[in-house]
Structure formats: C-alpha cells, structure tokens
C-alpha cells in the first residue's frame, strides 16, 4: 500500500504530485490557435512516485514526468508519461520508494546498492532522432517522441555510463550537441568531467577530460560558436560531509566561481582558468562572441536558497533573487577579469531565447519571473517577461497573484527565419485552481495577454524545463517525419 505524502512546500500547492498518466485527445482552446503553430511542447518535471525515505524532500529528486502538447490542424491534443528508468521501475515492484535523496547511498535500501539513480526529470530535448529526458547525474532516457513510453537508456554506444548535463546546447548551424558530464567518477573518484560532441546523427565524435576544481553542482556550461566555458560554483556535493552531520550538498561559503576556457574544439590542455566573486548560475539565456570576447547573459545571484550552506544554515528566496546579468570575458586577457553588469532586476527563473540563434548573438530574452509572490520558487512564478536585452524594453503578463508560470519558451511560426518571429508559450497553474492551462501569447507582444488558452482538466505540477519544436524544426524532421 503506498503511504500519503508528508508535509513540505514542494510536495504540496503548485508542487503537490500527481501521481497518474493520462492521454487527452482534443483539448479545449479558449480562442483562436494560429495557422501557423504546429508542432510539439514538451515539458518534464519531477512527481514523485512515494515519499522519500528520510522523511524530507527536494525540488529536484522526483520521478521525471514529461508532457507532449502537440498542434496540428487547429487543434492540441495531450499526454503525459512518467520516465520509467530502472529505479522507477524497482520502487514501484516494491511498492514504496527505495533510493535516498539525490541517490545518497547511506539513506539507501540495500536492496538497490550499486544500481544507477536516475529520476530522468530535468529537461527533454530531441536530437540524433530520439527524444531525450535528463538529468545530470545519469545517461539520458530515450522516450518515444509521441507516445513517450521509455525505450532505453542512451549510452551512445557504451561511452556515457555516468553523468550527462541536463542542459546539453545544440548549434543549430551545425546540428551537433555539446554536452558536459560533472563527476564521472562519482563523488568518491578522481573531481573530473567529460566534455562530448555529438554528431547530427546522434554518434559522439569528440571526447575530453578535464579536471573538476571540486565536485560543483554544474547545472550548466556556457558555449558560443568557438568556445566552451565551465562555471565551477560554490554549491558542491561532499560525502564525508555528510556522513559528518552536514549537508550531502551546500553551498560552500567565501568560494570563488572559476570558469575554466577552452577552445569548442579544444583539449583540457589548452584551457585557461579564470576566478570571479562567489556567484550562484544554473541557467543561462544565450553567449556569443563579439569583438573578441566572450558575451555570457545569464541568470544569477550572490547567493542561493535551494541548498543550505556547509554549516547547514538555510539563506531565504528574497535575500538570493536572481537578476538577469551580463558577464563579459576575455577569452586570451587577464584572468582575473570578468566584468558583470545588470541588464534586468526583476525576480528571474528561466532565461530562454530564440533557440535557433543559441551560441549567435540574440537580443530577446523569454522568461518566467515574479512580481508579487514572496517566495518564486515555492509559491510561483506568476508573471512572465519579454525583455530586449538591447533597449532594455520590457514586455511582461501577469498572471495574478498566486498565479505559477513555467518556462516561457518561443515558439517559431512556420517558416520564420527572423529572430522571435512567432509565438511563445507556457504551462500555468492559476490561484487554487483545479486545472492548468497552456497559454500562448505573440511573441513580440507578450503585454498583450495570450492570444490562445488551451485548457488542462487538471492540474499539471510546477517542473521544469520545456521546447517546443515547429514541424519544419529539423530536429523534428529527423525523430518525428516518418
């Protein structure tokens, strides 16, 4: 028998799992979809199977659960599955949850001692033809990009056995994904990660190995047309820590960021390490090079509240709100210069482009940010945010108070080629609402309010990590033509 939750801010509200699949054929649209919207918005996040073991949770810990919106013909139809990788699949024989918090192998049942962690709840990509869901402590979990039932896990022939980015970039100039693997030994081995290139057709071409300054939490790296850039943060994840008495991740106080700077074609050898202020950064909006250096436009703040600190002692939402900044670095100058500015300060999440212009200079910034709730992340997000990042023009919807809004992610009409030419769109959760909806605004006229609400009968948990992929996307055309 399977026991109720217990009582935490992110397994209740806006967070509280839940827990069933379900298939929607023709969802109700309030207004009008456009003609030129087709395509797939897919979304992951974490909804837990069973209570954890320790009695308390994370954000971060769920079972991966992914949604597919797909427009076609005027109309949206819906389904979500859960990522069943091999621990979903063993708790749920056993009928209760079996494997700590982040995995932790002292809170672990015996009965799963050396077998993989991978909740598969981060962010679902397509690339290489497959349908990817992922987290960064495990290889990625291949769905099928319409019925989402797991397939298999992704190794790419046996050469990603441990870690794999939850936020791998894709050059659409070249169609190959970049991505980064943190601890590949685990946090017992040798502090290294692997840097791949992945082909157009989903095969590895390129491989690196480079030391970890310690086992940094690495959500994201940093890559434009000719480099690659590794933030190492404060925040680690120390075992012997733990088994201490402390916390099993923190973030570490008076630890300097370093950002180690390679050549996208680069080896470990040619890589220059620079140093900034303590600085928390899991998502990026875009970097590009231009008149030499490097342009990083990131969300950030001083500080963090999703992880205590090494003593244990907890910063609040308001003390560490991100702001979106740019930070500028001179790839082959001084490496103790990086210069950091503001561009917006609003109470930022998730900073999106035009993805088709990701490591190209871009100017629109789509995000989710928050304007009235005391705590984002608990209690939402309840507005969301087009800004220019060259006038600094602000064009912003709120959804009320209460109001949780997921990642705001742009949609391109069929075939636009001009940046932010299209639609953006974004799960919302209204105030003590028993349902979502999806909803869709013009993409230069965010102010304006959705053009089109497509209406969820219940309610969709706040997770994380969205793309939607137009029909005549090529990463689409690859997986889902035929």
Known sequence: ??????????????????????????????????????????????????????????????????????????????????????????????????????????????????????????????????LLA????????????????????????????????????IDYATREMFNTGAAIHGMMGPAEMRYDVVAADGTIRKTEIIPMPHFSLMHTFLLTENWAIFPFIPIDTDLKRFAAGGPMTAWVNNRPTKFAVMPREGTAADIKWFEFEPRHMFHELNVWEEDGKIIADVAAANGTALFPDETGARRTHLDTQQSLRRWTIDPTGNTGWIKEEVLNGRDIQFPRPDDRLMTRKSRHSFANINLKSRDGRVEGMDAVLRYDTQTGEEDIWHFGAGAAAGELVFAPRLGSTDEADGYAMTLVHPANSPTSELAIFAARDIAAGPIARVLIPFRVPSGFHCNFYAEDNPLYQQTLAN
Not at 17 to 43: C, N, T
């Open 134 to 169: 992922l987290m960064e402590g495990a290889p990625p979990v291949a769905l099928d990009p319409r019925k989402l039932d797991t397939l298999h896990e992704e190794t790419y022939g046996g050469l990603v056995t441990s870690s794999f980015s939850a936020h791998p970039k």
């Open 1 to 130: 028998m399977a026991e109720p939750f217990f009582d935490h801010p992110y397994l209740s509200g806006h967070h509280a799992p839940i827990r069933f699949e379900a298939d929607a054929p023709d969802l109700i649209v309030q207004g009008k979809l456009p003609d030129d919207l087709a395509g797939l918005f897919y979304r992951n996040g974490p909804d837990p199977l069973y209570p954890p073991r320790e009695g308390d949770y994370h954000w971060f810990d769920g079972d991966g659960m992914v949604f597919a919106f797909e427009f076609s013909d005027g109309r949206v139809s819906m389904r979500n599955r859960w990522v069943k990788t091999e621990k979903f699949e063993l708790e749920k024989a056993a009928g209760r949850r079996l494997f700590g918090i982040f995995g932790n192998p002292m809170t672990s049942d015996p009965s799963v001692q050396g077998k993989r962690y991978n909740t598969g709840n981060t962010n679902i990509i397509l690339h290489g033809g497959q």
